[in-house]
């Protein structure tokens, strides 16, 4: 295929279970995309810990680069790469990897919370990063390297997170994104860089946290290896590098909107406030603060949402979610999609019990089905005993942890909400939007999916002067997607 189109962009978009490389470019005042490549993210048992294939992932990456002039006759004016959030690797003073790149899902930080509670008063960290007390920070994993293998902090010069690892292998050019530090639990929200205090207390070596970069600029070219590969050259720029604070720089949101993206982690929350809501009030009701482009404030709330469904779609198939741990039989004949799992919950609909989405029991579980079955004995429910029942449960589950967090949301900020703009893939799916909308009594505007990868190409278009300004930026979005209205109460 040999295309000619002018000013194409290249966005990579990693998620904690799938990545891909898509090309953008503006056509009659139309955002374009087309997928050059898409690839499974898996996890690997390394030394007793669950890792992420690091370098597999970097060469389906440069697998996805090359394939946008190889397949589809397009050379990218410019590549912007964001990832899912927390994770890291440490660099030797030679810009070598020290270990490996270990997910925020292993055990690795298990109890470190109340290490650096012990360490460090938790309200004042709080009023300090803004940041929630959750098991994936990367401040919990360093604590627990540091107890486990303190020697790998000893030979680091450098903590870099994974997108920022990635840009450098393309690039040569280490940067530091600050909207993904945030999620650190190291950053002061206030003076937007790096706790000393906290680091301090924490016994973390201040040497390896380098200076942070606002996203926006260009870091530099491709290194002539990877170019090589590829078969062009091309400029990579340092996009909003934190995948959800991507997705919501480009929601083209209208009024008081609640914005949720809706992925492996459902986040749920509001931007742009005039500061970080750091209260104990927040820290006890569950919400976070992380930094966005232009020191935009996103107060939020993770919820572990489409996770519970991929793992149960997993486990129906007889798929372990990491290689080398043992995986159930399939249930079926034949391999279930997500389509025939909402067809399923649709059929269960007489079926009625609720989950906790905090509870850490469903953070990574041997067996999701058995967790969700467990939950539901030990709280006096009704337990789910089909595959449907399963998926009902965590339906309903989600659509009123959905307007427990709106209501929360509005009691802090003071803002009264009137209207959900769902992004991301869990858009697609019109039963848990009907059911959200019925749940919060708002109308939810489903759309754009590909919210991610349109926040990193709107920061590629800015770069290269197609687009001047983010509104402007989120008009292009508006008018070049499809979305769709669900008014509360209507069919399922």
């Known amino acids: 295929m040999n ?4 000013h194409a962009h290249a966005a990579v978009d990693l998620g904690a279970s799938s990545g891909r490389v898509i090309l953008g470019w503006v056509e009659d005042g139309i955002l374009r995309l087309e997928e050059a490549h898409r690839f499974d993210n898996i996890q690997k048992r390394i030394d007793g810990h669950d890792c992420w294939d690091i370098d597999g992932l970097f ?38 990897r020290v270990g490996e790149a270990v997910a925020y899902r292993d055990a690795r930080a298990d109890g470190m919370a109340a290490v650096a509670d012990a360490l460090f008063d938790k309200d ?49 050019v280490l940067a530091h994104d600050y909207t993904n530090a945030t999620l650190t639990g190291l950053v002061n929200a206030h003076e937007r860089t790096w706790d000393d205090d906290i680091i301090e207390a924490f016994g973390l070596p201040r ?32 996009v909003v590098t ?21 992925g492996t982690w459902c986040i749920l ?7 970080p809501v750091c209260t104990r009030e927040a820290r006890l009701a569950g919400f976070t ?62 079926f009625e019990a609720h989950l906790d989405f905090s509870d850490s029991r469903f953070d990574n579980p041997e067996s999701m089905i058995d967790e969700i079955r467990a939950a539901c004995r030990e709280s006096g429910q009704r337990v789910p005993e089909t595959i ?19 209501a929360g949301l509005s009691e802090l900020t003071g803002i009264e909400y009137d209207s959900i703009s769902m992004v991301g893939g869990g858009s697609q799916d019109a039963y848990l939007n009907q059911l959200t909308a019925n749940a919060c009594g708002l109308p939810v505007h489903a759309g754009p999916t590909e919210c991610t990868c349109l926040g990193n190409l709107m920061l590629q278009l800015m770069a290269s002067g197609e687009i001047s300004s983010v509104e402007e930026g989120r008009a292009l979005i508006e008018r070049s997607s499809d979305i769709v209205r669900f008014d509360p109460e209507g069919a399922l």
């Open 3 to 6: 295309r000619n189109i002018a």
């Open 59 to 96: 060469d389906q990456v440069v697998e996805g680069l090359r394939r946008c002039k190889s397949e589809l006759g397009v050379v990218p004016e410019t590549i912007g790469i964001d990832t899912w959030g927390s994770d890291f690797v440490l660099l030797d003073e030679h810009l070598e």
């Open 124 to 172: 004042e960290a709080f009023a300090r990063t803004g940041i929630q007390e959750q098991f994936f920070n990367a401040c919990y994993h360093l604590l627990g390297l540091k107890r486990q293998n303190p020697e790998q902090l000893e030979r680091a010069a450098h903590f870099t997170q994974l997108p920022d690892y990635l840009n450098l292998r393309l690039t040569g």
């Open 207 to 238: 040497r390896i946290f380098g200076e942070l970069s606002m996203p926006g600029g260009v870091l530099g070219p491709l290194l002539p290896e990877i170019a090589e590969r590829v078969g062009y050259q091309a400029p990579v720029v340092l």
């Open 242 to 262: 934190h995948d959800n604070a991507s997705a919501w720089l480009a929601v083209p949101a209208h009024g008081n909107a609640v914005f949720l993206s809706s």
């Open 269 to 275: 929350g509001s931007e742009n406030l005039p500061e």
């Open 289 to 350: 603060n992380e930094g966005g482009y232009q020191y935009r404030h996103e107060i939020l709330r993770n919820i572990a949402g489409m996770w519970m469904i991929q793992s149960v779609r997993r486990e129906v198939n007889g798929v372990s979610y990491v290689e080398g741990r043992p995986a159930r039989e399939a249930m079926f004949d034949h391999k279930v999609g997500f389509g025939e799992l909402i067809d399923m919950a649709r059929e269960a609909e007489d």
């Open 388 to 406: 449907g029942e399963i998926m009902r449960t965590i339906y309903l589950s989600l659509a009123r942890t959905y307007a427990d967090g709106i």
